[in-house]
């Protein structure tokens, strides 16, 4: 098949060079207003750490305004304002000399969140605090943030296993500092209240959580940018895991859990990779303990899979967490390791052997046949981004709903609607934790997966609480102030500076997936707002946008990033605190991906594995 005459080529890029300056000036206006909403962007190193500085004396203002006021009187709204005003300071550039002290405010003001308004902001401050410990080594804030820590761990959440090695690492890093008496004394305390209590822990542990699981067996394997480790279990587990540094190593306790009677190597040496040695035994009563040590590891992640049982560990050889595959879907469908699928070749009768009958794809929704249609290419690999994570909420409901928390339990239930109704399709999460993964690294997650769609799953905000509806984007130049001012609020954590707008510019001109970019998001708009207008009629339809979202530039592939509700409204932050409005989104999402690809012929493919599902 031919591609197009190279006269029409020519004409082609002609056209787009000469629309390139009124792009530029388009994208000028997303500028100011992510100006508006983040941190500006400076031209040089100086100014931006100039910029900072003067950001750092507005956040002080703001929170000794905040903190002068009754208790009684600081809304969620208030605090996030003031934690926004500090983030924007390592925003503006991670090297200012403020930095370390904002991340510090915020994690401050994250526990006072915590103690009038919802413990979950406990866990935000951890997530602060450990994120200056660990990227700020020579911080002078860097040992108060670890004490922070781990009175929170014993004080208030209740965690004295961690908290005991929390105040351990401080005290190997820091034992001549005026901190170490205090850590001492708490883990002087940690110990006797684990000697007196030690028979009621035993029953404790038994009696939540029910039989103990058998540890049977440890694997490990090497790959080119991580290691992986594999601990076989007979039951569920639950699992709390930190890192300490000095020496490195990552622990994970196991409970209700026992070693095996033929568990037998309990010291494991791991020759090259990311880690050095793993390390079993019985922590106490109905609990496994299994220690990491660890080499260059950047990152690492923990998920429990089923049928059969099994704790995944992965140590990374890069800063932000890779993408995880879903966990199994079904007992008939269960997830396997990289390793496990590809020593498994497909059955005779599957559907890889015997494809179903090709139709022609159905040209797109303007009339016409592009090259991804003309070709029929076919979608195997979806990657799903929850947005947000860590010490990026996201918005936050009147009442205080975080958006991040809504995105990754709507993407986790999208996940598991796509394994199980489309048995073929392969999912692929940015996140699937409570972690911070930079805009910009997102799609690279989805190319160096070789994804064939990518969609990013956010919760809208606006000052007006009344407003309400749901809308689906594409990457292009903003056609409204209104889709400037949403990117804007999307785009706040990125950190790109101006002299790198340019570059962002042409990579969004250039984008070849901007016409199937389209074709998803209506497809996605279509079903989402179908599905939730038969549950609320008055439920707005805000339609298809265009805007420059930095999360979605540089896909090689057709990306969308989908509002599937107001979080600033109060009705809809009720409703979206509940698991079958949620399950509303999730199959809206659902149908819109299943639609686009049945444009494609590649639901048939997806579906032959199960049930037709070609019908809606």
């Not at 203002?61 to 003031?82: H, I």
């Not at 199994?328 to 009768?349: D, Y």
Request: hydrophobic share 40%.
């Amino acid at each position: 098949m031919g591609g197009p005459p190279r006269a029409g080529v020519e004409a082609m890029r002609s056209e787009q060079q000469k629309n390139i300056p009124a792009v530029l000036r388009t994208l000028a206006a997303a500028v100011l207003l992510c100006a508006l909403a983040g941190p500006a962007a400076a031209q040089s190193p100086a100014e931006r750490r100039k910029l900072a500085a003067e950001q750092f004396a507005r956040a002080q203002s703001a929170r000794a305004a905040l903190e002068a006021r009754p208790e009684a009187e600081r809304t969620l709204k208030d605090y996030q304002a003031v934690v926004d005003s500090f983030r924007r300071v390592y925003r503006i550039t991670p090297h200012a000399v403020e930095a370390t002290a904002a991340l510090l405010a915020v994690g401050e003001l994250y526990e006072a969140m915590g103690r009038q308004h919802d413990r979950r902001f406990f866990r935000s401050a951890i997530d602060a605090y450990q994120f200056l410990i660990h990227e700020y080594p020579g911080s002078k804030h860097r040992a108060e943030a670890w004490l922070r820590v781990g009175r929170l761990q014993m004080d208030v959440l209740g965690q004295p296993e961690a908290a005991q090695l929390t105040f351990e690492g401080f005290l190997k890093e820091y034992g001549s500092s005026p901190g170490a008496a205090e850590a001492q004394q708490a883990l002087q305390k940690i110990r006797a209240t684990r000697t007196a209590q030690q028979p009621s822990k035993r029953s404790e542990v038994t009696q939540r959580s029910g039989p103990a699981a058998e540890v049977t067996a440890i694997r490990h394997w090497n790959a080119e940018n991580y290691t992986r480790v594999v601990v076989d279990l007979t039951a569920a587990v639950e699992f709390h895991s930190q890192r300490i540094p000095n020496p490195d190593r990552i622990y994970f306790d196991l409970y209700p859990a026992r070693l095996s009677s033929s568990f037998a190597d309990r010291n494991i040496e791991i020759p090259g990779g990311f880690l050095n040695r793993i390390r079993v035994a019985p922590n106490q009563a109905g609990v496994v303990r299994v220690v990491l040590e660890v080499d260059r590891v950047q990152d690492y992640s923990i998920f429990l899979l089923e049928n059969p049982y099994r704790l995944v560990v992965d140590a990374f050889s890069e800063k932000i967490q890779l993408a995880e595959k879903t966990p199994p879907a079904s007992p008939t469908a269960p997830a396997r390791t990289e390793l496990e699928a590809a020593s498994r070749t497909p059955a005779p009768n599957s559907a890889a052997a015997n494809p179903p009958p090709a139709k022609t794809p159905e040209p797109t929704s303007r009339g016409g046949y592009n090259m991804t249609r003309a070709l029929g290419v076919k979608v195997n690999r979806i990657v799903i981004d929850p947005g947000h994570g860590g010490h990026d909420t996201g918005a936050i409901g009147p009442t205080g709903l975080l958006e991040k928390e809504l995105c990754l339990d709507l993407a986790l239930r999208l996940g598991r609607m796509l394994q199980e109704k489309l048995p073929g399709v392969e999912v692929i999460y940015t996140r699937t934790s409570d972690v911070f993964v930079p805009l910009e690294r997102r799609t690279q997650i989805a190319n160096e997966a070789k994804a064939d769609l990518f969609l990013s799953i956010h919760a809208n905000s606006h000052r007006n609480p009344q407003l309400r509806g749901v809308e689906t984007y594409y990457l292009s130049f903003a056609s409204s102030s209104e889709a400037l001012e949403v990117a804007a609020q999307e785009n706040r954590m990125n950190q790109a500076s101006m002299h790198e707008m340019q570059e962002l510019m042409l990579k969004i001109a250039n984008n070849e997936k901007i016409e199937e970019s389209r074709e998803l998001a209506t497809a996605v708009q279509t079903e989402l707002a179908k599905r939730l207008r038969r549950f609320s009629k008055s439920l707005p339809d805000r339609g298809v946008r265009k805007a420059p979202f930095v999360v979605l530039i540089g896909a090689k592939m057709p990306s969308v990033l989908a509002e599937v509700s107001y979080l600033s409204n109060p009705t809809d932050e009720k409703i979206l605190k509940r698991s079958d409005h949620r399950d509303r989104i999730a199959e809206g999402l659902f149908n819109g991906v299943r639609s686009y690809l049945d444009g494609l012929n590649s639901l048939a493919i997806l579906t032959a594995k199960g049930e037709p599902g070609g019908s809606r």
